[in-house]
């Protein structure tokens, strides 16, 4: 048995209708406490941003580091499309009170890491592998000087599964597990059939104009329903609105043409078979039976051709498990840790 290994870890979930007041009082008080945040440079290319007051132009990713007393691991989360760190704090609660280290890099164009486009709320890259580049730098830079030899793990949910997978795939020897959490690997285009919206892209990009807005997509507006969103626990979904609402470096809304034609690209790319051999590390998936994001397709075929995956289908969540309500969490951490303790 490894010298970090640990018996499962007793994590009490916050309950719903005491959510505000425990994160504001109790867990964002500890985070602060433990918590070493900076910027780290990335070698790219960036586009000044319409207000760049408020948004990095500089060419460098936001990132946060906490290291609780007498750490069993480390985890690395990777988040999600129009997301960012500060989303991301529950999740860092309870990998820290389990006695894990946690380290998050904001990917470009999220949060207060660097753009790549003068938008300031368009998700865009010029090149999906640029998430793994940084991701990888992040890694050896911030994380692994600090973790010595202890086990390094992956949380990962939606594009940042995605890039996730793809970073497994190219740098297989990294984790010791990894967790991907609805996983963006097969995107929902609706109503636009995937081959229409792949042609659209590349004409797009042949005509210089992938930096605009993708169909459907736009600017930033306050006042977004629960209903639509991807949260499944309404009291979760609020809490991070106001903080959405009250920063423009929450403030990602939509993606540009290139954004949308390379991820589906990767998704394709990361679920074939001759890359998900690659992979060789134990990996679990969760999905939600109620994903309105991403497409089950993509999760059934990466888990399929990935012999070191399993699959966990959770009834009652949206596409953000890990923003569901307390009752659903017991069980999704219950399994996360027991994944992770597992010898």
């Known amino acids: 048995m490894n010298e970090y290994s640990t018996s499962t870890p007793a994590i009490k979930i916050i309950p719903d209708e005491q959510f505000k007041n425990n994160m504001n009082q109790k867990v964002l008080p500890y985070l602060q406490s433990i918590c070493q945040h900076g910027y780290l440079p990335i070698n790219n290319s960036c586009l000044p941003s319409e207000d760049s007051s408020m948004l990095n132009t500089e060419g ?45 890099a904001e990917h470009r164009g999220h949060g207060r890491s660097f753009r790549e486009t003068p938008h300031p709320n368009m998700v865009h890259v010029s090149d999906f592998n640029n998430y793994v580049t940084d991701l990888h730098t992040f890694i050896n830079t911030i994380v692994k000087p600090h973790t010595n030899d202890m086990p390094l793990y992956l949380f990962a949910h939606s594009m940042g599964g995605a890039i996730g997978a793809l970073y497994l795939e190219t740098y297989p020897e990294t984790f010791t597990r990894a967790i991907l ?10 109503p636009f059939p995937v081959p229409w919206a792949m042609a659209l892209g590349r004409i797009m990009i042949c005509l210089h104009r992938d930096g605009n807005y993708a169909p459907g997509q736009h600017a930033f507006s306050p006042g977004r329903s629960f209903e639509k969103s991807g949260s499944s626990c309404p009291e979760r979904f609020y809490y991070y ?62 888990v399929k051709n990935t012999p070191s995956s399993r699959l966990i289908a959770f009834d009652g969540s949206r596409h953000e498990i890990y923003n569901s309500p307390a009752a659903i969490l017991e069980n999704y951490y219950q399994e996360i840790f027991k994944f992770l303790t597992e010898t």
Request: with cysteine; aromatic share 16%; proline share 4%.
């Open 60 to 104: 460098s990713l936001y990132y946060e580091a906490y290291r609780p007393a007498l750490s069993v691991g480390a985890v690395v989360i990777s988040h999600g499309y129009c997301e960012s760190a500060e989303k991301y704090k529950e999740v860092i609660y309870y990998f820290t009170q389990a006695g894990y280290e946690v380290y998050i």
């Open 241 to 302: 609105q106001e903080k959405r609402e009250s920063s423009p470096c929450f403030q990602n809304s939509g993606s540009s043409y290139g954004w949308a034609y390379r991820s589906l690209n990767a998704c394709r790319f990361i679920t074939q078979k001759r890359n998900c051999d690659k992979i060789t590390v134990p990996i679990l998936v969760f999905r939600s039976l109620y994903d309105g994001v991403v497409e089950p397709s993509g999760i059934l075929r990466f």
């Open 181 to 190: 959490s609805a996983p963006m690997l097969a995107l929902s285009m609706k």
